[in-house]
């Protein structure tokens, strides 16, 4: 295989991201923190991380050898989303410019505003000041303290449980509500809205917002789907940003829309987004998401045109179905700390669950880590027997890490 045909994938697990490029043709070299078995048997090559910090440079100075001219292209995920920044500033594809700090809570809150969203009152304290602002400014209600920087909710506490370092932290009303993943895809100045999913959450420890799955796609009244393409519109028109991109939500008891932040990435609930659109079949059986990112990072400015006009057509397809193939992707995390076995996790599922991220036999994990992510194919009719199998599935996940 040529680097013409080659994509490189990096964050803290790459597998859906390597599954959506093979699934197109490509040639994957994938370096992420985990190198679960799946995931290796998706890429060409694959490096772990094992010190994040100290190799990933390493690794890219040598993957930028070893393969000249392939596009990088970060999925996230790191726990600490400096990493990944200075990642796409030192290695961006060309075309995928981004204009304006879209992390920035002012920034964000201008975006929403233009697009008749609401933006959660965010205070940043000054040096010195943090203490003082979570007694006085706060006021009544419940806040949240925020790290810059930080990804899959290990960085959000309730302010009661945070200690204080106003230099890496924020502080942000919390807001009640319904939580989506809003998947976008972007090519030549135009966005495409290609469906949400609902955010499902966990506890670990003082941290009460851990990624613990999606489910979706799910339908989303036409209103509110005319205000998430004008945030995607906008988006894009402020950043020229190209590519896939997500937007995390929160709808409200009263029905507002309320922007929390933009990833500009493959997000946690793209898979959901890509499953559905192959099982209706609306894509060739070589098209995908990153796909399309490698096609956008490659192919001359004349044929971005057709491509956009592709991703349009799949965008009003979606449009004029109603039917979706909703599935639930849910995190199973060690209850314990022990030793994987993979044995006793594929001899208890029952059909047609999956698993997906699966570590390699006899991997050491540690509690409060995730395991292995169960994909439950859902529908109405057998919501309550899904419910039931999913939580005897989990439980058998959770058995197969041994103790002692």
Not at 41 to 68: G, K, N, V, W
Not at 110 to 122: E, H, N, W
Not at 286 to 309: C, F, P, R, Y
Request: proline letters at 4%.
């Amino acid at each position: 295989m040529t680097n013409a045909s080659r994509i490189i994938l990096v964050g803290a697990s790459v597998r859906a991201a390597a599954e959506s490029a093979k699934k197109a043709g490509l040639g994957v070299i994938g370096v992420d923190q985990f190198g679960d078995v799946d995931c290796r048997q998706c890429c060409e090559a694959f490096h772990l991380l094992d010190d994040l910090e100290r190799s990933l440079d390493l690794t890219l100075i040598e993957m930028s050898r070893q393969y000249p001219g392939v596009p990088i292209h970060v999925v996230g995920g790191f726990q600490t989303e400096v990493t990944l920044e200075r990642l796409k500033l030192g290695h961006r594809p060309e075309g995928d410019v981004v204009n304006g700090d879209w992390r920035d809570p002012v920034w964000l809150r201008s975006l929403a505003d233009d697009v008749g969203m609401r933006f959660p009152k965010t205070i940043r304290p000054s040096s010195g000041s943090f203490e003082r602002v979570l007694k006085s400014e706060v006021g009544h209600g419940r806040w949240l303290v925020k790290q810059w920087h930080r990804s899959g909710g290990l960085g959000v506490r309730w302010t009661s449980s945070s200690g204080a370092d106003s230099n890496n932290q924020y502080v942000q009303q919390w807001i009640a509500g319904r939580r989506y993943g809003i998947t976008y895809f972007s090519v030549a100045g135009e966005a495409v809205l290609l469906g949400g999913g609902r955010s499902l959450h966990t506890r670990k420890g003082s941290l009460p917002f851990v990624y613990g799955g999606s489910f979706g796609p799910v339908a989303l009244p036409e209103p509110i789907r005319q205000r998430l393409r004008c945030l995607g519109d906008h988006f894009v028109n402020r950043t020229r940003y190209q590519g896939l991109f997500g937007a995390d939500i929160v709808i409200d008891s009263h029905g507002e829309l309320w922007l929390l932040e933009i990833n500009a990435r493959w997000t946690a609930s793209t898979e959901l987004i890509e499953w559905d659109l192959s099982r209706r079949g609306i894509w060739g059986d070589d098209e995908s998401l990153i796909g399309w990112v490698h096609a956008m990072q490659t192919i001359s400015a004349d044929n971005k045109a057709s491509l956009l006009d592709r991703i349009k057509q799949v965008g009003q397809t979606l449009e004029g179905q109603t039917e979706q193939r909703t599935m639930l992707k849910k995190v199973v995390f060690a209850s314990h700390s022990g030793v994987f076995r993979s044995g006793r996790v594929t001899m208890r599922l029952p059909n047609p669950m999956q698993i997906r991220d699966l570590p390699k036999e006899g991997t050491h994990v540690e509690k409060g880590s995730p395991i292995v992510s169960l994909i439950v194919p859902w529908s109405e009719i057998s919501s309550l027997r899904r419910v039931k199998e999913t939580i005897g599935a989990a439980r058998s996940i959770r058995d197969s890490v041994q103790q002692g």
